[in-house]
């Protein structure tokens, strides 16, 4: 069925270094989401990229789709002991119904001050 | 304040026993759903409801069941026939109609069955 992976499972970095995690998708999607979820708390939606080739940015965050729409990354610059949690990516099947959301297993992201 | 309130937080209960989880919303939001959370992993779709009075099975529906009789509340019941019933639920809802909707989501419901 319809897959949605990401790696890696868990990353720690020094503060000031910078992250990225990446999410694949074994079938193509409209859309992709962005979450964000902080330990013991509930995901937080970052942000969502619809086009191909889409690149956005939230200040110290940059967010892609891929050009074929199958595969997305999210990069954080110079990562701050706020950017701790679980990042996960979540896509929406081309073709699918448009309530159902395929969550990636996240990325944990420990951030040493 | 505008959002999403689940209860109870935490929940304790024997085998064999059903337990129903509230998911109120004051967001106005058409669209409600239930998520399962386990430890590394991502989250599952149990239910979905798009509009009152009307529901569809997610990717791992066995063992739970759902009501929507207001468009306000979607609780979950997760039943005996639950094998693995010990996780975290999340509930979220979306303004719904379009594709585009982000999910907002309570603060979980922490179910543990001794």
């Known amino acids: 069925g319809q897959q949605v992976m990401q790696i890696p499972q868990y990353q720690h970095v020094q503060e000031g270094e910078d992250f990225t995690t990446y999410c694949n998708s074994s079938?193509?999607?409209?859309?992709i989401q962005w979450y964000k979820q902080r330990p013991g708390g509930h995901p937080v939606f970052l942000i969502q990229?619809?086009?191909?080739?889409e690149v956005k940015k939230q200040k110290r965050l940059t967010f892609q789709f891929g050009e074929a729409k199958k595969n997305s990354s999210l990069h954080i610059t110079a990562t701050q002991t706020t950017d701790v949690g679980t990042y996960f990516c979540?896509?929406?099947?081309?073709?699918?119904?448009?309530?159902?959301?395929?969550f990636g297993k996240g990325t944990l992201l420990t951030v040493n001050p | 304040d505008g959002g999403i309130t689940q209860s109870p937080k935490y929940l304790f209960r024997k085998e064999g026993q059903n337990v129903t989880l509230s998911c109120e919303q004051n967001l106005n939001h058409d669209a409600m759903y239930w998520y399962r959370q386990d430890p590394g992993q991502g989250l599952r779709l149990i239910y979905y409801s798009q509009i009152v009075n009307d529901f569809q099975k997610g990717d791992i529906a066995e063992g739970y069941s759902v009501s929507r009789e207001k468009k306000e509340s979607f609780p979950l019941t997760v039943t005996s026939a639950q094998k693995n019933p010990t996780a975290f639920y999340l509930c979220a809802s979306s303004i719904g109609s379009t594709n585009t909707g982000e999910l907002f989501f309570g603060e979980g419901s922490r179910l543990t069955v001794l």
């Open positions: 079938t193509t999607l409209s859309n």
């Open positions: 990229l619809v086009k191909s080739g």
């Open positions: 979540a896509g929406r099947l081309v073709g699918g119904s448009n309530y159902k959301l395929t």
